[in-house]
């Protein structure tokens, strides 16, 4: 059987809000600020979603259609500073990804720097680094919008 090897991939993604690191660190530990800019999407019909945002608790969502599967393990949590998850993405209950997420969120002149840097283990059937990147910068982008409002 010839089987794909695992795909390592490291990638930091910036950006800059005109809030203060309390108010962006308020839409990661919101349940219902969290839903709107990392799950819900005009493509994305949300069949459950959790949120425990606590060291130790879980994040999990599940999409319908491709019964898409993610859970997020958090692990260390700073308020207003950093946020530390582990995270695995499954299809129809088959792993294809694992990865570390980092998101720092450093106060500036501005408002709030936020570097993400994720770390992952692509499996077979991943969608693999370039496509988990612009996944992200698109999350990123949608949390600008929530941010503004």
């Not at 203060?20 to 600020?33: G, L, M, T």
């Not at 459950?48 to 319908?64: I, P």
Request: aromatic residues 10%.
């Amino acid at each position: 059987m010839n089987q794909q090897p695992v795909v390592h991939n490291t990638f930091v993604v910036e950006r800059s809000y005109p809030v203060k690191p309390e108010r962006v660190f308020a839409a990661f530990a919101d349940p219902a600020q969290k839903r709107r800019w990392f799950v819900e999407s005009e493509r994305n019909q949300v069949e459950s979603y959790e949120h425990d945002f606590r060291v130790g608790g879980k994040e999990h969502y599940a999409l319908t259609g491709r019964s898409l599967k993610s859970e997020n393990v958090y692990r260390d949590i700073v308020p207003n500073r950093r946020i530390i998850f582990t995270s695995t993405m499954a299809v129809e209950d088959k792993c294809f990804s694992v990865s570390l997420g980092t998101v720092e969120l450093l106060p500036a002149a501005q408002g709030t720097d936020l570097i993400l840097t994720f770390q992952s283990a692509f499996l077979e059937g991943a969608d693999g680094p370039e496509m988990r990147q612009a996944g992200w910068r698109g999350l990123l982008d949608k949390l600008a919008k929530v941010l503004e409002s």
